[in-house]
């Protein structure tokens, strides 16, 4: 019988010591909780400045003048904005966007979009 | 006619340095119980990662006048198998086993829900109430004696964790490994058809319906400090458990530093299978015919038995609790789930979950006990070990 009283104690030992650890493991993971809601409050708030951030972009992009096909142009300037950004399009909301004249000579240009296409 | 009688004499010779004259009945016996398992183990396919070595290396070691576990005598070198044998005698191979494990184990589900671990604790409650029964047995059955450290290596197989099992026996009891590492795998398999009905004779058809949050998404970052902080919280709380829950760690930071991928992949692939192949093997050896045909082993086998089920039982009544005290946000399947047996336990919790409610998903929410499970079976063992070590 003494063995089994010993018995008894080695079990309110071993569930006792099994549970207070295991228990203030959770606590500590509450911790971890608690720090993660306060990182994640953090990755909001660039959130925001992105958005300014490409509505400044798309100004200096885009030139006035009539508009061709909206959606697909939004769709491309969201998906470029958020691949430099490193972020996803999810992220972006584009509010607006107006071209501007560029002052660059017409030989320029033709430069330009030549060496586009050789590259492609 | 000296020839002849010369012949003869050799041949006498011969005969009684083969197996056949020395062997026993105790002998064919095990051979047949090796060749079940391995039937088990190939056709049934119940654990066949270790059940196949196990059983293998139990029909090499019944085999008479291989001496493939003997001791070396002098100058006489010991068996192939002895050798292999001192990586579980001195308590190398299971902790290295543990290491692949962590490696391979996501302990995000659990990070998500902390609360869910104490259900990997409550389904301990198997492991010392097996026992408390194997210190009881010889009351009801007097030709079973299970002294104090043998009857820990008997409770531990509830821990539904067969490192773990093997670990503690070879340092407490290590004639007992072979019955017990048997009992312990091949409950293991047997989770599918042990668990579900405790399952549903403890929970009511509500109960079992209930649908879970979705677990928040956990950063890499807490990934990462996960290990380190459990390393340092559990082995100042139990030094004992250091070989265990310090390399099931390791493994998993070797995983979640995202830095040691080579690392982590070895761990939990080329080495864990060396390894589980010579444990297998070994741990296999040690079941000859004298330590394993003996009453004992059928007590061993019963109570292995209850351990699973009263741990299963215990982590479900704690689910139970928690039901309660969540207002019905957790559904107490999950606390099935606590016993190790990774991730079985959690199959068979998303299972039954299912049959209920369709539309029901708890394998992530289980995983959680699940694991937990783990680090408590491995803690209960560290405490065996410090007390009978």
Redesign the interface.
């Given at each position: 019988m003494e063995e089994f009283l010993n018995g008894l104690m080695v079990t309110v030992i071993g569930m006792g010591v099994t549970f207070i650890a295991l228990i203030a493991l959770s606590y500590i993971l509450d911790l971890f909780r608690i720090l993660s809601n306060g990182s994640s409050k953090k990755i909001e708030e660039p959130k925001q400045e992105i958005v300014k951030e490409e509505v400044i972009h798309e100004e200096i992009n885009q030139k006035d003048g009539e508009v061709e096909d909206d959606l697909e142009l939004i769709a491309v300037i969201t998906a470029a904005v958020a691949a430099s950004l490193n972020t996803t399009t999810d992220k972006l909301k584009v509010r607006s966007f107006r071209r501007i004249n560029s002052n660059i000579s017409e030989w320029n240009r033709e430069g330009r979009i030549s060496q586009i296409k050789n590259t492609i | 006619m000296d020839f002849l009688s010369m012949l003869g004499e050799t041949l006498k010779d011969f005969l009684s340095s083969t197996g056949f004259s020395a062997l026993t009945m105790g002998n064919v016996i095990m051979m047949i119980v090796a060749l079940i398992l391995m039937y088990l183990a190939i056709k049934k396919e119940y654990e066949p990662l270790l059940l196949l070595p196990i059983s293998f290396g139990m029909l090499l070691v019944n085999l008479p006048l291989s001496g493939l576990m003997d001791h070396p005598i002098g100058d006489q070198i010991g068996g192939l198998l002895y050798y292999l044998y001192q990586g579980d005698e001195l308590g190398i191979f299971p902790p290295l086993i543990f290491m692949g494990v962590g490696a391979l184990t996501d302990f995000g589900p659990?990070?998500a829900n902390?609360?869910s671990?104490?259900l990997?604790?409550a389904a301990?409650?198997g492991?010392?109430f097996a026992?408390?029964g194997a210190?009881?047995l010889k009351y009801i059955v007097p030709a079973i004696h299970f002294n104090?450290p043998e009857?820990?290596s008997i409770g531990i197989i509830g821990g539904a964790d067969g490192p773990t099992a093997i670990y503690l026996t070879t340092k407490l009891a290590p004639h007992l490994l072979g019955p017990i590492a048997v009992a312990a795998y091949s409950y293991m398999s047997l989770v599918p058809i042990i668990q579900p009905p405790i399952m549903r004779a403890l929970t009511t058809k509500e109960e079992r319906k209930v649908k879970m949050e979705q677990l928040?998404p956990?950063?890499k970052?807490?990934k990462i400090?996960?290990p380190i902080?459990?390393t340092i919280?559990?082995v100042l709380?139990?030094p004992a458990a250091a070989p265990l829950i310090g390399m099931l760690m390791f493994g998993n930071l070797l995983k979640e530093s995202g830095v040691t991928n080579k690392l982590a992949e070895t761990a939990s692939n080329a080495l864990m299978y060396i390894v589980t192949i010579f444990l297998g093997i070994t741990v296999g050896a040690t079941a000859n015919a004298e330590a394993f045909l003996n009453p004992k082993t059928l007590g061993i086998l019963a109570l292995g038995l209850v351990a699973f089920a009263i741990g299963t039982a215990t982590g479900v009544l704690f689910g139970k609790i928690m039901y309660k005290v969540s207002g019905g946000k957790v559904n107490p399947l999950i606390g099935a789930a606590g016993v190790s047996a990774v991730p079985m336990s959690a199959r068979v919790v998303q299972k039954v979950g299912k049959e209920e409610n369709p539309s029901n998903f708890l394998l992530m929410h289980a995983m959680g006990p699940n694991v937990?499970g783990v680090?408590?079976s491995a803690?209960?063992a560290g405490?065996?070990l410090s007390?009978f070590g």
């Open positions: - | 659990l990070i902390p609360r671990i104490l990997g604790a301990q409650f492991i010392f026992f408390l210190l009881l104090g009857a820990a928040r956990v950063s970052n807490e400090l996960f902080i459990v919280l559990v709380l139990l937990a680090i408590g803690i209960a405490v065996l007390i």
